[in-house]
């Protein structure tokens, strides 16, 4: 018989602050806007605490949600933008995503809401920009012709889009056209990011380098309010030309010379805030309209004072060789340059690089002048205020920091972790701080300042931990005082491993230093540390390399030592003396696990493998090639021969040491996993990784099987490498130059779903010479092909809708089958206990039985259907089985004029259900309908949940508007049998008994061990 097994599924992550992306203000400038890796954390800025967080549901197949790259709001709408190009559209209130976009074969990079907020434009790293319809849920165009990655997007008003690009081009973009109407050339200059003023007078760009360049936006000579432009300057571009959107007003010199990553102008265009790839912040103020003339005056005046003292022609027409020249737009005499209408506010240096930063929205009149939200590289964010400048203030001066969040995450990635005895705390370590966790919900305890934790565990009654630092120290922790008790030199190299004795009463420690010591917990004899722990160190042993990890086996009989050299060295923990020398591994071993039987040996090693050992004779069981990097970490779940492993890959992986498969793949962080937990029992497992997320995996009452798991992953690589072949580098600038084309992207669906539709039409055309072919319209019987369905080829627009197939989700079944296939796949009416069959709300006792009907028969709508009451949509269907069923597909066709039924929710054996219970009881699998009236859709359900199906029950909550709803067909799709408890022997795998684990020649190594 296959072995069933439990799922594990990730439940929550949390210790993340701010990831890779830009933060916001919502509108309220009460919360703020960060992405926390896949998902989007919103977060009060009063109580600093988690107000929401917004999380999408996983995809089919072993793929994790790709990393949050963009974020951008417009009222109550959020714009999110993913690693893998997909952009979902949250709203802030209701917490729900609206409509999920996947047209960009790459991540994310830009993202901007037009001002009325009806239209997103997004740019990517496939070098293309999508214009999308926010109300519709669907691309308008996509506009091609960048050469490298878009990194920047402003709308000049709903008629134009600006876009730049590492290629050192601006292009604006007509929307009525959807052409490019304008190309700038930067000379070379990566173009990093713009913005434009609210006026939609000014566009500036940041690039490499110390200078940004500011333009006008004009449209035929006028600003966006139909005045002419006192700063229209000169046109640039290929071809000069007096009708350009954007005209040149000269440069800005910033400070610092580094990248600029961000330019954002305020809400009321009164500043301009310039952030580079340093710790460096540059506020520009700027000056009114009449304010800049009067410069512009003043320039004037001063020009022609040169003039007439030199004496020159060259001096009388504004001098376009003079210092600095026309290029940084000093001596434009013409019109407003850029120095004259931006000044140098502020400068702001900071501890941390700097990630993002927005401006808060001004509440009063009593707001300061401005305040920023800074986010930072080391997951944290602050809130910066700064008052009016002074005529002698100097850098930082007038700037207040305030409204610091960094307690709920570590600064840097995560080292090691460990659970209490009663797995009600989780202690974290990194490089500055311990942090104590509780991994039900993810709220943080406790934070401690400490030393780089390289190890760590908790003392008997969990008031104490234990951490190992990379600088050799053992640091004792009181819990409850929160402070440092005791801390301890205890080795002189970094200590990599802590493992506990089995009694709990002391542990043992591998350091780089070629030590393992023995220690014993013991409590502290001062009366200023009353009440605290301590350790005395009890034995010592040398070896003749650095220790990357020690184990001790639980029935403490053996000691295993990873060293530098590759070998895993057991010895006797009493004498300790070498028992066995484990060697195969290529590159060092940097984690142990002794199952609890004391039987197997788990070692991961850097040379990607994982390795199963035999601790009566130290043979190799079995060597796995686990991961695609380096393995960091390896344990048993207890009581069991189940492993689970994690990697540099950003991996956790679940293995049968027995049978040495892989069961589980299970994505999700974004960057090298370093350490985890399992709990006692192995019901949950918590994972710590460098992108500073702990994550916990719990586990399900849904088996699996391991065949399915390894389709899975073979369809995910065939995904991924569909993807790969059709990236065609370069040929999306080429197919482009300016051009728009329709936005979409080719995926596995698409793919299926034209070669149904290819086959469609060959079918069509291949019937079409058969009616034409005399020999097959002698005897007067022509017999069309069944694969028609009996459709006439005449009959063109049913022909399309029954040769094309729904895209998953929606539905599954292509229709590639005859009709006698589909009526075997549906003949599950013949098992229904019809006598049995009960229906809530309907208008006529026991029409409920009409709608089982066989596959043949579904669109014969003459007979009696199955009606509610006027007035009152709801029914609740309950369908008792002669048998077990496992049910693979629902089909449902319900009545006319919206009377079809809108939404199904299926529960599973249970026939004690009515209206009432159905409202708070959450389904085993819910579905959209749609109306149907040919039977052509099929909803697929969640095969696990649907083994061993008694009686099925199907409430239809809603339909289409009508005041009754009517149905004239249910099918199911599956399989019939009498072996009603399958899943007997996954539930008691659920916790496998030692004895089912038992390995040959037990007894004899015992007693060869002289145990």
């Known amino acids: 018989m296959v072995k069933a097994y439990l799922r594990y599924e990730h439940a929550r992550a949390f210790g993340v602050i701010s990831s890779g992306s830009n933060a916001l203000f919502d509108d309220s400038g009460s919360h703020v806007v960060c992405a ?97 319809d926010v109300v519709a849920g669907s691309g308008v165009c996509r506009l091609r012709g960048h050469r490298d990655q878009v990194t920047d997007l402003a709308w000049l008003g709903d008629g134009h889009l600006a876009s730049c690009s590492k290629d050192a081009h601006i292009r604006v973009w007509d929307m009525a056209t959807q052409h490019c109407c304008q190309t700038l050339w930067l000379e070379n200059l990566e173009v990093w990011s713009m913005d434009v003023d609210p006026f939609g007078r000014r566009l500036v760009a940041g690039c490499v380098g110390r200078e940004l360049q500011v333009f006008s936006v004009s449209f035929g000579g006028e600003d966006g309010h139909g005045e002419k432009d006192p700063g229209a300057g000169e046109s640039v571009g290929k071809g000069k030309n007096s009708m350009d959107v954007l005209q040149r007003m000269g440069s800005i010199e910033r400070l610092e010379n580094d990248r600029v990553v961000c330019l954002r102008f305020r809400d009321d265009g009164a500043f301009l805030v310039c952030q580079g790839s340093g710790k460096v912040v540059e506020v520009l103020r700027v000056r009114p309209e009449a304010e800049a003339l009067k410069r512009l005056k003043r320039r004037r005046r001063r020009a022609q004072k040169k003039a007439s003292g030199r004496g020159t022609e060259r001096g009388e027409d504004g001098g376009d060789g003079q210092e600095g020249g026309a290029k940084k737009g000093w001596e434009r005499l013409d019109g407003i340059s850029a120095p004259d209408e931006f000044e140098r506010w502020r400068s702001v240096r900071l501890k941390h690089r700097l990630r993002s930063f927005d401006f808060r929205p001004q509440s009063s009149r009593h707001s300061p002048v401005a305040e920023l939200l800074l986010t930072f590289v080391n997951n944290s964010f602050e809130l910066v205020k700064m008052g009016e400048r002074g005529e002698e203030d100097g850098e930082g001066e007038g700037v207040e920091f305030h409204g610091k969040n960094d307690m709920a995450g570590h600064r840097s990635g995560i080292r090691s972790l460990a659970l209490s005895e009663d797995e009600s705390m989780v202690v974290s370590t990194a490089e500055s701080a311990v942090k104590v966790w509780n991994p039900s919900n993810g709220t943080c305890l406790h934070t401690i300042a400490s030393g780089y934790g390289l190890s760590c565990l908790f003392a008997p009654g969990g008031r104490h931990i234990a951490v190992g630092t990379k600088e050799g120290a053992l640091q004792i922790f009181n819990l409850g005082a929160s402070c440092l008790a ?143 990097d380096s393995v960091t970490h390896v344990a048993f779940v207890h009581t069991s021969h189940y492993v689970f492993s994690t990697g540099k890959d950003k991996m956790l992986k679940y293995w049968d040491a027995d049978k040495f498969e892989q ?79 329709p936005a979409g992207r080719q995926t596995l669906e698409s793919i299926t779903a034209a070669d149904s539709v290819i086959e469609a039409l060959e079918l069509a055309s291949h019937e079409t010479l058969r009616l034409q072919d005399p020999d097959e319209q002698s005897g007067g019987r022509f017999q069309p092909n069944p694969l028609l369905l009996g459709q006439s080829l005449l009959d063109t627009e049913p022909r399309r809708g029954t040769r094309m197939p729904s895209f998953r989700g929606t539905c599954a079944h292509d229709h590639d089958c005859g009709e006698a296939d589909c009526g075997v796949s549906y003949s599950l009416y013949k098992h229904i206990d019809l006598a049995r069959v009960t229906c809530l709300n309907e208008s006529e006792p026991e029409s409920c039985r009409n709608v089982f009907k066989p596959w043949s028969q579904r669109t014969d709508f003459s007979g009696p259907s199955l009606r509610s009451n006027a007035d009152d949509p709801e029914l609740l269907l309950y369908i008792p089985f002669t048998g077990a069923l496992a049910i693979k597909g629902i089909s449902v066709i319900g009545g006319m004029d919206g009377t079809s039924p809108g939404k199904l929710r299926a529960f599973v054996n249970r026939d004690d259900l009515d209206f009432s219970a159905v409202e708070d009881l959450p389904p085993v699998q819910e579905w959209t309908l749609h109306e149907d009236h040919r039977g052509l859709l099929e909803y697929p359900t969640h095969v696990a949940k649907f083994q061993g199906v008694h009686g099925l029950t199907l409430h239809f909550p ?52 002289g145990t």
């Not at 502290?524 to 390399?545: F, P, V």
């Open 36 to 132: 926390a890796l896949e998902s989007v954390a919103v977060w009060s800025v009063k109580t600093r605490q988690l107000a929401r967080r917004l999380t999408a549901e996983p995809g089919e197949g072993s793929r994790a949600l790709a990393e949050v790259a963009r974020v951008a709001i417009s009222g109550r709408q959020l714009g999110v933008g993913h690693a893998d190009g997909c952009i979902r559209l949250w709203g802030l209130e209701s917490g729900e995503c609206a409509v999920t976009l996947r047209d960009h074969r790459k991540g994310v990079t830009a993202l901007r809401y037009s001002r009325g907020g009806g239209l997103l434009a997004s740019g990517s790293k496939d070098t293309d920009v999508i214009v999308w």
């Open 486 to 628: 005791e801390s301890v030199a205890a080795h002189s190299g970094p200590v990599w491993s802590l493992a506990e004795l089995p009694d709990r009463s002391g542990f043992v420690s591998g350091s780089a230093d070629h030590s393992v010591k023995f220690w014993q917990w013991d409590m502290a004899d001062s009366k200023s540390a009353a009440g605290n722990m301590t350790i005395k160190q009890t034995r010592q042993m040398g070896l003749g390399d650095d220790v990357l990890c020690v184990c001790v086996s639980p029935d403490s009989r053996l000691l295993a030592v990873a060293l530098l050299d590759s070998t895993v060295k057991v010895f006797y923990m009493d004498s300790l003396k070498l028992f066995l020398s484990l060697y195969g591994h290529k590159l060092p071993v940097l984690s142990l696990d002794i199952s609890s039987d004391s039987q197997l040996l788990v070692s991961g090693s850097a040379d990607k493998n994982i390795k199963i050992w035999g601790l009566d004779f130290g043979d190799c069981h079995k060597s796995l090639f686990a991961h695609r």
């Open 663 to 741: 069961l589980l793949e299970l994505p999700g962080h974004h960057a090298e996993v370093w350490c985890m937990a399992v709990s006692r029992f192995g019901d949950f497992v918590l994972t710590g990784s460098n992108d500073r997320s702990i994550r916990r995996w719990e586990r399900t009452d849904e088996p699996f099987f391991i065949e399915e798991e390894k389709e899975k992953r073979l369809e995910t690589l065939f995904e991924e490498d569909l993807e790969d072949k059709h990236e065609m580098p370069g040929s999306q600038a080429a197919q482009g130059d300016g051009k728009a084309a």
């Open 958 to 1009: 809603e339909n289409f508007g009508a005041d009754h709803s009517e149905i004239h067909f249910i099918g199911l799709k599956g399989e019939f049998t009498e072996r009603r408890r399958e899943a007997v022997e996954a539930v008691y795998e659920a916790r496998p008994m030692p004895e089912d684990h038992k390995v040959p020649g037990e007894q004899g190594a015992h007693w060869r061990m």
